[in-house]
């Protein structure tokens, strides 16, 4: 009792100082150090325990009395609770504890909160990178409007395998875009930075190297070398880190052989070592326990006490560290040095937040009605829908629709509201304000222009439905078709070792275009599909990805014109399952394909399969047509420290207004190491009226040849460079040289 007085003068000292200290030097040491002084070793442990209350998103758990545990000083943090209520009355529960230490209230606020934008994927199709950080600050305004400090965002691994079902959570499979979307997205969830209400903690995932599974088989090894690690994989997780994210979170897989939770090389070295990150990092669900199955720790001390030891401060539903820990430290098997370090990181997020100054500045109900019925959020999230769509094929100019025509709507997605939230939505129980696209296209065409058929389900063997398909189909000017996927079949623990169509879609897509009726597709997906009869016959296509609340709408706005799609895939197509993994900045081997086509040449590739992916990363088309010429490059040859400009024109040529994405690649053509045949190296996207012309200028340094050498030194070799300028990676329009001196 005398300790809890003590300590509640100290906590209104601290936050008198916290907020003097917050305008000054933001640092919260002493305060820190006070807090850990009036600590026992139970309660340093029980700020490392978060447990998931109310719903899980991992398998189950040992029980525990959870709610005694908090009340006890026993837990630092919960996830999966939502709403201010709710937040409330736990950490009221949390301020009954004997040092009354507040909560962190995590949750998977992936892809926005209540306002549902693009799954990450899709979203990164934009190659909007401001519009990105608007749809991460509408999320965090109003998940820390509903409770919420703490975000389980943004996702930034790289993956270059569709059948990862894990690839719609990230970025695609480009490591320079990949990075600028991962510090975009922690900026916007971060917002003005942790004091400012409406700022949520971001949380890195899943470091690291996630993405690369074998086989794209969830939770699977990865095997890779430290240079590809460094240059391929890291770069997401380090711009997010500099753009000062406030936590990351330890993958699944294991690395070299070392599961991520215990890896000291990824926590310890790298993280809080050469990148000096002074947040803390949390396990992913039980994956410190996990260690047990992976034949890496004997038992549940021993995981607790090697990733401690290793440098994963919190364990997320492992029970690990709340049942062991204490033990291990009084046994000397962990030091108190490396307790106390992981208690201070978590301490210090909570003095950053606020949360000792006021423990319930993120529960307030009046702001959270107000934040999560704002207008403008809906606005942006349709704004950011529209920019995701990628259109695939456009022949014979089918789109934009005429304003009149009739037409038959059918498919099993058209009148989905569920799936258009696609994976991880938090708005998972509630999808009544979710536009479909049955109910955005009545509001544009109207209902007199619009019929309906579901024609089968998803993953359907029965063609009953198929008649009244084609029946309205006859009927129409032009059909719509929505197939694809369901939310379901993409996410954690759904990958795909067969990326077709799922179900009799294809045959209903057969039926109908034996109408003769012009047909549109639109794709509905959380990842490339492997789609090639649709992709041959059918001559209109958008890839829709999951498009969020405002998903009908969105679609609605491209199928009109009234929005002339500009979105680039951001992850290559392949032809078929056993052409992954496939991704533009390969290699070259010592006997390239020469043609692009099935070789028995000598050639590297497959005898049965072009070499090309179906659809190339940075592709996507537009009602116009864009031209680029008067390329000059400022000098052919750049020296330490100097800089070469290269600038073009582009025209729009065609008549609709629109917008392209100018991309930047480079090829290093002789190295100390091979090096990829072109990167991505900058990009700009422009808008265009039709007929305008702009100037693009690029500038290259010497960093933007750069790479990591034999020795895994940062180097820039002298030597020939290739200059291209591109419409897509396949697409190079403009190309020069530049040499490094
Ligand atoms: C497991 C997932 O891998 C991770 O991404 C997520 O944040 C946690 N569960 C919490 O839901």
Not at 213 to 226: F, I, L, T, W
Not at 322 to 341: F, I, W, Y
Not at 351 to 371: C, H, Q, S, V, W
Not at 519 to 538: I, Q
Request: glycine share 8%; net charge negative; with cysteine.
């Amino acid at each position: 009792m005398k300790t809890k007085t003590i300590f509640h003068l100290f906590i209104l000292l601290s936050s008198i100082f916290t907020i003097t200290i917050q305008s000054q030097t933001k640092s919260y040491e002493k305060q820190i150090d006070s807090v850990l002084s009036l600590m026992t070793l139970e309660e340093k442990t029980g700020q490392l325990h978060q447990v998931s209350l109310y719903w899980a998103t991992g398998p189950e758990s040992p029980e525990g009395d959870k709610l005694r545990d908090i009340k006890e000083g026993r837990m630092g943090s919960v996830l999966n609770v939502k709403g201010s209520d709710k937040v409330r009355a736990l950490q009221e529960l949390a301020l009954k504890s004997r040092l009354g230490i507040p909560l962190l209230f995590g949750l998977d606020v992936i892809h926005g909160y209540k306002t549902t934008f693009p799954i990450p994927l899709a979203e990164s199709a934009s190659w909007d990178i401001e519009a990105i950080e608007l749809a991460a600050r509408i999320a965090a305004i109003e998940a820390s409007a509903s409770g919420l400090n703490w975000t389980f965002a943004p996702m930034v691994d790289i993956a270059r395998d569709a059948r990862w079902g894990r690839i719609m959570e990230g970025a695609g499979e480009d490591t320079y875009l990949g990075s600028l979307i991962a510090a975009a997205r922690v900026k916007g969830f971060q917002g003005k930075g942790f004091g400012s209400v409406d700022a949520v903690m971001a949380c890195v995932k899943h470091y690291a190297a996630y993405g690369a599974a074998v086989g794209g088989r969830d939770y699977n090894s990865v095997d890779m070398s430290e240079r590809t690690l460094r240059e391929i994989y890291l770069p997401p997780f380090k711009a997010a880190a500099m753009a000062g994210a406030a936590t990351f979170m330890n993958s699944f897989n294991d690395l070299n052989g070392v599961p991520a939770s215990g890896s000291s090389f990824l926590m310890r070295k790298i993280l809080k070592g050469e990148w000096n990150f002074n947040g803390f990092i949390v396990s992913d669900w039980a994956s410190i326990r996990e260690m047990i199955p992976h034949g890496f720790a004997e038992d549940d001390r021993e995981a607790a006490k090697l990733a401690l030891n290793a440098g994963s401060d919190m364990d997320m539903e492992g029970y690990c560290y709340r049942n062991n820990l204490k033990d291990l430290v009084e046994k000397g098997e962990v030091s108190l040095a490396n307790l106390d370090d992981a208690v201070r990181r978590i301490l210090r997020k909570k003095f950053e937040m606020g949360l000792f100054e006021d423990p319930f500045r993120f529960t307030d109900p009046i702001r959270e009605e107000k934040a999560l019925n704002n207008p403008e959020h809906r606005k942006a999230a349709r704004d950011m829908a529209r920019k995701s769509i990628v259109l695939i094929k456009n022949e014979a100019d089918l789109l934009p629709l005429k304003k009149g025509q009739k037409i038959a709507l059918i498919g099993p997605l058209a009148k989905s509201e569920d799936d258009m939230l696609g994976g991880w939505a938090v708005g998972w129980d509630d999808n009544s304000d979710v536009v479909s696209q049955f109910e955005g296209l009545e509001i544009r065409f109207g209902k007199e222009n619009l019929l309906y058929a579901k024609g089968c389900g998803v993953s359907d063997s029965s063609k009953d439905g198929f008649e009244e398909a084609v029946k309205i189909a006859n009927e129409a000017e032009v059909v719509i078709l929505s197939i694809g996927e369901s939310r379901s079949m993409n996410g954690e623990a759904a990958s795909r070792s067969n990326l077709g169509i799922p179900g009799v879609q294809e045959d209903l897509v057969k039926a109908i275009m034996a109408t003769g009726k012009p047909v549109v597709v639109l794709m509905n997906a959380g990842r490339p599909l492997v789609f090639n009869w649709v992709a041959d016959n059918v001559p209109t296509i958008l890839y829709t990805w999951w498009l969020g609340s405002e998903a009908g709408n969105a679609i609605a706005d491209v199928i009109s014109g009234d929005y002339n799609p500009s979105g680039k895939l951001t992850v290559s197509f392949p032809r078929n399952e056993g052409q992954i993994p496939i991704y533009y900045n390969h290699f070259n081997t010592g006997r390239p394909s020469l043609k692009d086509i099935p070789s028995k040449d000598f050639r590297t590739g497959y005898i049965d399969l072009k070499q090309s992916p179906k659809f190339p990363f940075g592709f996507g088309l537009s009602y116009t047509t864009f031209d680029y010429s008067d390329i000059n490059i400022s000098s052919d040859k750049l020296s330490k420290g100097g800089v070469v400009e290269v600038s073009l024109t582009v025209k729009n040529t065609g008549d609709f207004d629109g917008e392209e994405v100018v991309q930047l690649y480079i090829r290093d053509c002789v190295a100390s190491l091979v090096r990829p045949m072109k990167e991505l190296k900058d990009f700009k996207k422009i808008a265009l009226k039709s007929g305008e012309s702009k100037k693009v200028t690029f500038k290259i340094d010497e960093q933007k040849l750069a790479f990591y050498n034999e020795k895994l030194e940062w180097v820039t070799e002298p030597g020939k460079f290739d200059i291209m300028i591109g419409s897509s990676s396949a697409d190079i329009r403009q190309q020069s040289v530049l040499y490094f001196e």
